[in-house]
């Protein structure tokens, strides 16, 4: 048992990642010019969720340290943070040190944030009950995703990434 434990946030870690660049990586979701009408995420200045106990995009990787602790893994790139049994968070960092995109995991239902108040509005539930959107905020640099599991026991991943340039 203990075994798998410690494998989990390395687990989590590596689908978050995947969470995070499959955006990119999607013709659909890169960043497009707008032919008459600007989109409506383009109008948008800033999320309601903009940080994750304080730490922002674009904030070093010292200053993120010292807002959540020492990391349970650390390394250059990613730092990952386990909160007792129900939730975890990754943050990444880019070559500079800068914080570039961050995950947060929550393995319960217990005290996840409510799509609105992470989007700014509600997501439309698959039939399965699973949810998932992306919004794209250009005016603060970043994009904002809420991802929850269908099933009995669902899983919820908040992430935000810097929008490259």
């Not at 390395?10 to 013709?27: D, G, R, V």
């Not at 600007?38 to 993120?64: C, L, N, W």
Request: net charge positive.
């Amino acid at each position: 048992m203990l075994h798998a434990r410690t494998r989990t946030p390395a687990l989590f870690s590596a689908f978050a990642l995947l969470l995070l660049l499959t955006p990119a990586l999607l013709p659909t979701a890169r960043a497009q010019k707008p032919a008459a009408a600007p989109r409506a995420d383009q109008a948008r200045e800033e999320p309601p969720f903009h940080d994750y106990k304080g730490v922002r995009i674009g904030m070093s990787a010292e200053e993120t340290r010292k807002l959540l602790g020492s990391p349970t893994d650390k390394d250059d790139k990613q730092d990952v943070y386990m909160f007792g049994e129900a939730e975890s968070c990754q943050v990444y960092y880019d070559a500079t040190k800068k914080v570039s995109a961050l995950s947060v995991t929550y393995f319960s239902a217990k005290a996840v944030p409510a799509p609105k108040t992470v989007l700014g509005e509600e997501p439309e539930a698959r039939q399965d009950g699973s949810l998932y959107k992306l919004i794209r905020f250009p005016k603060a640099g970043f994009w904002v995703s809420y991802t929850r599991t269908s099933g009995e026991a669902p899983m919820t991943i908040i992430a935000m990434q810097k929008i490259e340039q």
